[in-house]
C-alpha cells in the first residue's frame, strides 16, 4: 500500500512569490491535514480537509490556503511569499476525519523562501 | 486553549537501557486523544502510541509504553531495550475528540542512543 506522496520535497522560492505544495493521500483516505514545522515555532496546524470541505483551520493568514479534489489530493497554496514560511511543510492522511483513527504522515515539503 | 509542554530538549541513553520521556498538557476539555510521534532524520513522523482519555489502562506497543495520569495530566513515554534506531526527535500531541480535529504538539524532545 503507498504511503503518503508529497510533492515537490524541496522547493526554493524568491520572497514575493507564491507556491503550491501537494499532497497524495492513502488510497481510501479521504481527510487531509497540514502541518508546518519550523524551529522556532514547531509544529503548527494549517488546516484539514475531508471529502472536499475544509472542516478546520489553524492560525495561519489568508495567504495560506488549500483544497481538496474528488480524489482527495489536497493542494495548499502560500501566496506572496514572505522569509518566515521557510519550513518544513507536513501533509497527514486518515481514513476519516477525527482522532479515532490513525494519521500516516508523508516525508514532507521543505520550502526554503530566499 | 489546549497546551502541550516537553520540558527535556534532549535525553541520551545507552543501549538496552530504558528511558522516560515527560510530557504535560492542559486542557479543559474530556473527550481527548494523546500521541506520541517519533520523527527521525527521513522528516517522517510516524505514531509510536496513542491513548483515549477514557481509557484508564496505559497504552503498550512493544517496548513503547506511556504512563498516563489523567489527574496530574501528564502522559511520558517510556521505551524500554532502547535501539539504535530509535533515536530521533520525539513529539507529544494532543487532540479533542469532537470535530474539531487537529493535532496540538508539545516542542519536541531529541532522544539520543550510545551504543
Same mark, same amino acid.
Given at each position: 500500500k503507498a504511503g503518503v506522496t508529497q510533492t515537490p520535497r524541496y522547493l526554493i522560492k524568491t520572497r514575493g512569490q507564491q507556491v503550491t505544495l501537494s499532497c497524495s493521500p492513502i488510497s481510501g483516505h479521504r481527510s487531509v491535514s497540514w502541518y508546518q514545522q519550523t524551529p522556532g515555532q514547531g509544529l503548527q496546524f494549517l488546516f484539514e480537509y475531508f471529502s472536499e470541505t475544509q472542516r478546520n483551520k489553524g492560525?495561519?493568514? #489568508?495567504?495560506f490556503s488549500g483544497r481538496q479534489f474528488s480524489n482527495s489530493r489536497s493542494e495548499m497554496n502560500v501566496s506572496? @511569499?514572505?522569509?518566515?514560511?521557510s519550513a518544513l511543510y507536513l501533509c497527514a492522511s486518515s481514513l476519516? !476525519? #477525527?482522532?479515532q483513527t490513525e494519521a500516516f504522515f508523508g516525508q514532507g515539503t521543505r520550502l526554503t523562501v530566499v | 486553549a489546549q497546551t502541550v509542554t516537553q520540558s527535556q530538549p534532549e535525553m541520551s541513553v545507552q543501549e538496552a537501557e530504558t528511558v522516560t520521556l515527560s510530557c504535560t498538557y492542559d486542557t479543559s476539555e474530556s473527550d481527548y486523544y494523546l500521541f506520541w510521534y517519533k520523527q527521525p532524520p527521513s522528516r517522517q513522523m510516524i505514531l509510536v502510541i496513542r491513548q483515549e482519555a477514557y481509557k484508564q489502562q496505559n497504552a503498550t506497543e512493544n517496548r513503547f509504553s506511556v504512563n498516563f495520569q489523567k489527574a496530574a495530566k501528564s502522559f511520558s513515554l517510556k521505551i524500554s /531495550? !532502547?535501539? @539504535? #534506531? /530509535?533515536a530521533a526527535m520525539y513529539f507529544c500531541a494532543y487532540s479533542t475528540?469532537? !470535530?474539531?480535529?487537529q493535532l496540538i504538539w508539545g516542542a519536541g524532545t531529541k532522544l539520543i542512543i550510545k551504543p
Open positions: 492560525n495561519f493568514p #489568508g495567504r506572496t @511569499l514572505e522569509l518566515g514560511d476519516i !476525519s #477525527g482522532a | /531495550d !532502547s535501539q @539504535l #534506531g /530509535d475528540g469532537d !470535530s474539531n480535529y
